[in-house]
């Protein structure tokens, strides 16, 4: 299975039968709490049980994959950093040595202030600052129960200026990491280095990643010729956009 780099950037909450998914990484924030259930997550090449009362996290760019096998209830949460400011040091610079919790490690009501948070941000019209309050507490005391280990790479500004840029412009098929240093004010060998170190593969293949996962999302749900989804998508023609789909999905369009 190959490995996608989400463009997700919009907060959500979702309860039910989670399924498998292949191995993927993104730049929010994300816990998976068991409910009831069982299954394994893949990081970095290591495997770990999911059971219940446990929740797994995922930090900024770390890698991570879920195989499930029958029907679980469970809730997944996704929150990009902006949510959640005061821990954007730590998740950037640091990764989970064990990315799997247990409840009961947690202060004592941890799990219902997870289902009044699931509960709130489901019901619609929450506001965005009582989210990122409540929020807050919970990462707080999940991040309280986790050890570190440092991730290398350059400082989380640089690093969190860099996926911003790219994030906001992938679509452009001008967009070239020479144009992201000059606009930023940054050497281009500097940024280059930055993205290798942070996130593990170059600029380019980064940008590909993102145009492709969002390639993969129009392809699936509208009926638009290939040619035209290439070209939103930020690739210069359908020749490209072939080969570097192919590439990262081993499927052709």
């Not at 509960?119 to 507490?137: D, T």
């Amino acid at each position: 299975m190959k490995m996608f780099v989400k463009d997700i950037r919009v907060p959500f909450v979702s309860r039910g039968s989670n399924g498998s998914y292949g191995e993927h990484y993104h730049y929010e924030f994300e816990y998976w709490h068991m409910i009831d259930g069982r299954a394994e997550v893949r990081v970095g090449g290591k495997s770990y049980t999911l059971s219940s009362g446990q929740v797994f996290i995922a930090f900024p760019f770390v890698e991570h994959e879920y195989v499930c096998e029958g029907e679980n209830l469970s809730t997944v949460g996704v929150f990009p950093p902006s949510d959640i400011r005061e821990f954007t040091n730590i998740l950037l610079r640091y990764r989970p040595v064990n990315p799997v919790i247990s409840v009961s490690e947690m202060f004592p009501g941890f799990k219902e202030s997870l289902d009044r948070f699931f509960a709130y941000f489901s019901g619609g019209g929450a506001n965005r600052r009582v989210v990122s309050c409540m929020l807050g507490a919970l990462i707080g005391e999940m991040l309280s129960a986790t050890q570190f280990e440092s991730r290398g790479g350059a400082s989380p500004d640089v690093f969190e200026k860099l996926i911003d840029y790219c994030l906001e412009n992938f679509c452009d098929p001008e967009l070239t990491l020479e144009r992201t240093a000059s606009t930023l004010g940054y050497s281009r060998c500097y940024l280059s280095h930055v993205m290798s170190e942070s996130v593990g593969i170059g600029f380019t293949k980064f940008l590909n990643s993102l145009r492709v996962d969002k390639s993969r999302k129009i392809l699936l749900n509208a009926e638009i010729p290939i040619t035209t989804v290439a070209l939103e998508c930020g690739f210069g023609s359908i020749r490209t956009f072939n080969r570097v789909f192919a590439g990262l999905t081993g499927v052709t369009p």
